[in-house]
């Protein structure tokens, strides 16, 4: 190979040259492509990182709201165990005054049959449908109300 490079009318200096010329700038475009490389290396690291932050903003929000909502369900669950003891309190205050309720109704129910039976024919034919109506709506005495303050 050296008797072909030296017979030609190149000398062997300008031949390694331009070899020496042809690898740097191989070496020049692969660098460059390197760098090119690098750089889209760098901003996908970036959009890596940007996404990673934007990802933890939203977990942390994730978990404030998850947060909240356990708080809520709690707070929930306290009213309704409230309600529910205000309920039965209230049931329980009510039961006497219903019952004496009932008790007023039946005896003026059933003493208001024993009216309507027992009376005569002729009282019976002078009473108006307004009268005898009122006689049977009308309770034997007026009951008293229970009044309750709730505060929730």
């Not at 039961?95 to 009282?123: C, G, L």
């Not at 009122?134 to 709730?150: C, T």
């Amino acid at each position: 190979m050296i008797p072909a490079i030296s017979n030609t009318q190149y000398p062997v200096n300008q031949l390694l040259r331009q070899q020496t010329e042809r690898q740097a700038q191989q070496a020049e475009q692969q660098a460059q492509a390197l760098e090119q490389q690098a750089a889209a290396k760098r901003r996908e690291a970036r959009q890596a990182q940007q996404m990673a932050r934007e990802l933890d903003t939203e977990a942390t929000e994730a978990a404030n709201r998850a947060k909240v909502l356990q708080q809520n369900l709690a707070a929930a669950d306290r009213l309704s165990n409230n309600q529910q003891q205000l309920t039965e309190r209230l049931n329980t205050a009510l039961q006497p005054e219903q019952q004496s309720r009932r008790n007023a109704d039946d005896s003026a129910s059933a003493s208001n049959s024993t009216n309507i039976v027992n009376a005569d024919s002729t009282r019976a034919q002078n009473l108006n449908a307004s009268a005898l109506f009122n006689a049977i709506a009308k309770p034997a005495g007026s009951v008293s109300g229970l009044a309750i303050n709730l505060q929730i």
